[in-house]
């Protein structure tokens, strides 16, 4: 054998026992490093094209599409969000309804007057589709109005709360607060009534609720704890820090939910009730006006308070006969002995200035026709609005178009007068102006009503033409 020949080999046999493995390890680091700066740059790409859908619209409707273009919800909705979840509270020309990312009906539409969502929920890992999924899916809340009550419902459509509350209301934590019958009762998202008593005030403060009952207040926190026990005589949050101001026995203290600690109070003495006349009315009623929570009440010099301090705002009615009470936006119906004539149901009452038994009453988007004595609704149906036109007869539009009803709210001619006026509050006679383009001008009273009016030169007039 050579030297050429030897150095060769010797060359051959350093490579394959030392230089090989090291070059080998050397290029399949330098794969690995390739490849994962591949993947991390492909990988935003594909999370931006691969498994997201897209929302379409289309004349001011919402749908999705998916990667491929392909139309998996159409464009039916009054709103959708950017990406799909597995269950979306949507409307459709004004009807609530549940729906999941395919489209498919949850909770059928037109099932429920109204569907709010208000509780925080966590997401889960998405799947290949991109669609966000929601757990614990089955313990989420969403507050249902149904013929006037309110209850709690999931996104599968399941009762939790039963509907038969006056108000529902988010209380925080997965709590809801309802209200029924001049209480007020605490439930969870998953159907669970914490505690087995109603309050007559409940609060939403900082970490968890006042709640008092039969002149005594406590705190509490969830999931189900009283931190201040119901035994105090005022707390009330303060307006700028997250603490509590708190009365026992003439004495207060500063309380600090976070710690569960308290302080001493150095500020001034709380006054929390005083009383307030009626503006512009002289009666023997006035006002308890709740300082601390700016809340109001109804008082008689004589028989003492008749309505505690718990409403937004309370007014007379019928010459102190009845009065009107509203609560967190809702407004009821109470006779002159604080008894409650009606549900919290009504957004507003007003009323009808020459007949002190009727209001007229707004109850979601329509107006009805109230009888005084007993708060019970005399229009068999609602109108977008009602117009008192005196001497017991009243106009209703149904949209643009009015129409004659009487006192009991039923409809007397069709919607189709563009107006309708009346000439004298002596006289028993309307003017109504058709629709363009029928320019037609009636005179009727409330007897031709029912069976023919005059047109303006005195001609037979049929009002159901």
Same mark, same amino acid.
């Given at each position: 054998?050579s030297r050429t ?15 090989? $493995?090291t ?7 330098m ?5 994962e ?8 790409l594909s999370? %931006?094209v ?5 929302r379409?619209v ?5 749908g999705?599409l998916?990667p491929d273009?392909?139309?998996?919800? $159409? ?6 969000p ?11 020309t004004?009807?609530?309804g549940v729906i ?7 909770? $059928? ?6 569907? &709010?969502?208000?509780?925080g929920?966590?997401?889960v890992? &998405? ?5 966000a ?11 249902a ?6 209850g ?7 009762v939790?709360?039963p509907l ?5 209301k ?5 709590q809801?607060l309802?209200f ?8 969870n998202s ?6 087995q ?9 900082p ?15 969830p ?22 101001? #708190?009365?026992?026995?003439g ?10 600690a ?14 307030v006349?009626?503006?512009g009315r ?7 006006r709740?300082?601390g929570?700016?809340r109001y009440?109804?008082?008689? #010099? ?6 505690p301090?718990?409403?937004s ?7 102190f ?13 109470f006779?002159?002995?604080?008894q ?5 149901w ?9 007949n002190?038994s ?12 109230l009888r ?7 229009s ?7 117009f ?8 209703a539009?149904?949209?643009n ?23 004298? %509050? ?8 058709q629709?363009? $383009? ?19 030169q005195g ?5 159901d033409n």
């Open positions: 054998m020949d030897h150095f060769t080999g010797l060359t051959a046999w350093l490579f394959s026992c030392f230089l090989l $493995p070059y080998l390890h050397a290029q399949q680091e794969e690995r490093l390739t490849e700066v591949k993947v991390a740059v492909e990988e935003p999370m %931006s691969k498994g997201r859908y897209e379409l289309e004349n001011g409707k919402m999705y998916d273009g392909k139309v998996i919800i $159409p464009a039916k909705y009054d709103f959708l950017p990406s799909p979840q597995s269950f979306l509270l949507v409307r459709q004004g009807v609530y999941n990312h395919l489209g498919e009906v949850l909770v $059928p539409f037109g099932r429920y007057q109204q569907l &709010t969502l208000e509780q929920y966590r997401l890992e &998405t799947d290949q589709e991109g669609v999924w929601v757990a614990d899916i089955e313990k989420i809340g969403l507050i109005q149904q013929e006037g009550y309110f709690l419902i999931n996104p599968l459509g399941k939790l709360v038969e509350y006056e108000i529902g988010f209380a925080g934590e997965q809801y309802f029924k019958e001049g209480k007020w009762w605490l439930w998953s159907g669970q009534l914490l505690l008593e109603g309050f007559d005030f409940a609060q939403r403060v970490g968890g609720l006042i709640l008092a009952k039969e002149g005594k207040e406590g705190y509490w926190m999931p189900n704890e009283w931190v201040l026990p119901l035994q105090y005589d005022e707390i009330r949050p303060d307006v700028h820090y997250p603490i509590l101001r #708190v009365t026992q026995q004495h207060t203290r500063n309380f600090t939910p976070r710690t569960k308290f302080s001493e109070y150095t500020g001034p003495a709380l006054h929390s009730l005083d009383t006349a009626i503006k002289k009666a023997p009623y006035f006002l308890l709740h300082q929570r700016a009440g109804l008082g008689h #010099v004589e028989r003492g308070p008749i309505l301090p718990v409403f705002y309370v007014f007379p009615l019928a010459d006969t009845f009065f009107s009470a509203n609560l967190d936006g809702k407004t009821a119906f006779d002159s002995l604080g409650q004539k009606t549900p919290f009504y957004q507003f009452m007003a009323e009808v200035p020459e002190p009727l209001l007229i009453a707004q109850k979601g988007s329509e107006q009805y026709l005084v004595q007993d708060g019970h609704p005399t068999k149906t609602g109108y977008s609005k009602i008192d036109l005196k001497n017991g007869c009243f106009s539009s149904d949209g178009l009015l129409a004659f009803i009487n006192e009991q709210g039923e409809r007397l001619t069709q919607h189709k007068y563009a107006a309708l006026v009346a000439p004298s %509050s002596a006289q028993l006679e309307w003017a109504a102006q629709k363009p $383009p029928r320019q037609l001008r009636a005179v009727a009273t409330l007897k031709s009503l029912k069976q023919r009016g005059l047109d303006a001609n037979e007039f049929n009002f």
